[in-house]
Structure formats: structure tokens, C-alpha cells
């Protein structure tokens, strides 16, 4: 995989390039999405290309909003950004792959996206409802083979709705079974899955290269702590003693260090922040550089803990999806 330093890109396997460093959209809240169009407007100003974002985010059309007016007011060219969008687990079959790609793209208010990927490995009943449940609150799954929804998104690469498709909290044992589908046409370009210094995904990495697929970090600062899965005494990544330290050393903040730990194992890194002086202090990850004494230290932080909510899927009988193979 090559890197440019000066145009801070990485080569996908079919050609196309990703800027390593992207600003993620997620949020949890409704009234945050007006926060999220304001802060999608400021990381483009300050200097971000790559913009990840997603239907199960709920706010495409302010993500749109604020790309189209950072076109509008010449800040930057449609081709100068590089925009994300996932399928999300209720659109699996392979009839609704393009019509969901193409209701995302009428709310980004784009005539293409760049990367398309399958949000989670996991299918659920079709519908208006993000989380599908039945009368006793359990989630209701579908069945629908990961395979057929790879070739629906195939499709849309050829029909140029998308530069390229990718995969999402995808373990080992699931790219495998796209890389090994008889009359494969493209491979993943990318698996995006939550990694930090707490959770550095090594054997998920090590894999994902040897098959040229980039790995993308999402909460790559660890601090997602969701009220509805993260106990009160998981420990805040950026309160770690050794990152601290670290960052003073380097005279950066801990957040920069964890950032900049992923830049340097070749992961492509999201940073979501609402905050002006941390949207532009993330930014300077490229201003230095770690050790290999220290990129050590740091692989040694590993505790194989998460954030992110994966019981959500755990009870489908197919998975634990989130082990590494």
C-alpha cells in the first residue's frame, strides 16, 4: 500500500486514494444534527477531505448541507472531498442495495459517493425501523446471504453511484467468504472497525494487509461511551498514564499520540469531535512522528476492550462477529 506524505493519501486496491486521516459524523442524539452540519463545515475549513458518515447516522442531509456549502462558497471542488456512506443492516437484500444507496445520495445531495460500504455483517427485517424489534424487544434478523449483498453492491460500483465498496465491523472469517465467492468482481477495499491504543485489532490488521484491504479506525480515540453499554469504571483511553506521558514527551495532547499510532501502523483514522480547537488541533497529527520504541509501548496498551455497542447483534446465531477471526 503506498502512501504520499504530501497529499496525506492511500492507494485502494482498485486505484482510487483515501485521505488517512477523515472526520467522522456519527451522533447518538437528534438535536445533534444541526451540531454535526456546523462541525462537518468547520473540519472541511480547517483542512479534512475524507468525511465519513453513514444512513444508521441519521444525518445525511446536514452532512450534505455542509459539504455543498463549502462547494458553493469555493472552499473546495466536489472532487476535492472524499465521502463515505454505509448500507445500513435492513437493506441487505440485494433488490434494496441500490435503492438505499441512491435515497443516501438524494440526501447528501451528490451525484456519487466515493466509498460505499456494508455497515455491519449482520442482516435485519427490511423497513423503516434502524432497529427492527419484536414484542419482547428482541432485534429481528433476516437471512440473507452476505455473498448476494456483496454482488448488489458490485452492481453500483459498475453503475458509478459509488468510486468503490468496502465492508464494516467485518471480522476475518466474513472477508473471507467475500474474497472466496466464486465470479468475485472487486474485493473490499476497506474494513472499518472500531481500533485504539485499547483495542488495536493486530491479527484483524495483519490480515487485512496481506489481502491489500486498508483497515479504517473508528473511535480511535476510545472515548464512545455509550449509557447503554459502557459500565461507569471502563477506563478513558485518554486518561491512560502511558499515553499522558507519552504526549508530553512529544509536547502534543494524548488524543494526537492515539491518532497518530494509527497513521503510523498504515490504518486510515477517523476523528469525531463537535469542538472548533480540537477539530483543527487533529490536524497536526502529521506535524510529528513516533518511535518505534514508542509505536511498542503503545501495541502493549492492548486490552481487546470496546466501546462500541456490539451486544446489539450478538444474540444473532451466525455470530460473535466481533471476534477477530
Not at 499522558?244 to 514527551?249: D, I, L, N, V, Y
Not at 503503545?298 to 460473535?320: A, C, Q, V, W
Request: net charge neutral.
Amino acid at each position: 500500500m503506498k502512501m504520499s506524505s504530501k497529499t496525506q493519501k492511500m492507494e485502494l486496491n482498485d486505484g482510487h486514494h483515501i485521505p488517512v486521516l477523515g472526520f467522522g459524523t456519527y451522533v447518538t442524539e437528534e438535536h445533534l444534527k444541526k451540531k454535526s452540519m456546523d462541525s462537518t463545515k468547520i473540519a472541511i475549513d480547517v483542512g479534512f477531505r475524507h468525511i465519513d458518515c453513514a444512513h444508521m447516522y441519521q444525518n445525511e442531509k446536514e452532512v450534505g448541507q455542509a459539504i455543498q456549502s463549502k462547494i458553493e462558497d469555493g472552499t473546495v471542488k466536489r472532487e476535492d472531498i472524499f465521502c463515505t456512506s454505509k448500507l445500513w443492516s435492513t437493506s441487505h437484500r440485494p433488490e434494496l442495495v441500490r435503492p438505499s444507496l441512491e435515497s443516501s445520495l438524494r440526501k447528501l445531495n451528490l451525484d456519487y459517493i466515493d466509498l460505499y460500504l456494508i455497515h455491519f455483517p449482520v442482516p435485519l427485517k427490511p423497513g423503516d425501523d434502524i432497529l427492527p424489534r419484536d414484542e419482547h424487544g428482541n432485534l429481528i434478523f433476516d437471512t440473507v446471504d452476505l455473498c448476494a449483498t456483496w454482488e448488489a453492491m458490485e452492481k453500483c460500483k459498475d453503475a458509478g453511484l459509488t468510486k468503490s465498496i468496502g465492508v464494516s465491523n467485518f471480522n476475518c472469517r466474513q472477508l473471507e467468504m467475500i474474497l472466496n465467492k466464486p465470479g468475485l468482481k472487486y474485493k473490499p477495499v476497506c474494513n472499518q472497525v472500531e481500533c485504539h491504543p485499547y483495542l488495536n485489532q493486530s491479527k484483524l490488521l495483519e490480515y487485512c494487509k496481506m489481502n491489500d484491504i486498508i483497515l479504517v479506525a473508528y473511535g480511535a480515540l476510545g472515548t464512545q461511551r455509550y449509557k447503554y453499554c459502557v459500565n461507569e469504571d471502563t477506563p478513558f483511553l485518554l486518561d491512560d498514564p502511558v499515553l499522558c506521558a507519552m504526549a508530553e514527551k512529544y509536547k502534543r495532547t494524548p488524543a494526537l499520540i492515539a491518532l497518530r499510532y494509527q497513521l503510523q501502523r498504515g490504518i486510515v483514522v477517523l476523528a469525531k469531535s463537535f469542538n472548533e480547537e480540537r477539530i483543527r488541533e487533529n490536524m497536526q497529527v502529521f506535524d510529528f512522528q513516533l518511535t518505534s520504541d514508542h509505536m511498542k509501548i503503545l501495541d502493549g496498551l492492548n486490552r481487546n476492550l470496546r466501546y462500541f455497542p456490539g451486544y446489539l447483534f450478538n444474540t444473532h446465531p451466525s455470530f460473535p462477529f466481533f471476534d477477530e477471526y
